[in-house]
């Protein structure tokens, strides 16, 4: 009971449902997601950790970045409602907004580095 709990808190805000969805067309960092939904740091570090709390997202290092990515291990309770996510919200103007920031994100610009 306590999963689906953590799991369902998770996908109840609207960032982090937005995160999902970016991260849906690749992996990204912090400064990427925060430069995309325009909200503090803080924040996005907040919401990237209730996502991998709940099991929706995994972090792996990569030198001077941590990237943030769905998960794709087979998993019966997330695969299904990620599955559903990445389905949904495609006509939404938010979300297509985002989508478009995502294309054109760039971390090492974000952060001025050659």
Not at 44 to 65: C, T
Not at 74 to 90: A, N
Request: with cysteine.
């Amino acid at each position: 009971m306590r999963r689906l709990e953590k799991i369902f808190k998770a996908l109840g805000d609207r960032n982090r449902l937005r995160i999902l969805k970016i991260l849906e067309l690749k992996p990204m960092c912090v400064c990427e997601i925060t430069d995309i939904l325009g909200i503090a740091q803080s924040s996005v570090s907040r919401h990237l950790g209730i996502l991998r709390n709940a099991g929706f997202i995994n972090d792996e290092k990569d030198g001077l970045w941590v990237n943030y990515s769905l998960v794709t291990e087979e998993d019966g309770v997330i695969t299904p409602l990620l599955q559903c996510i990445m389905g949904w919200g495609l006509s939404d103007p938010r979300f297509l907004e985002d989508r478009k920031k995502a294309a054109r994100v760039d971390r090492n610009i974000i952060v001025g580095r050659p």
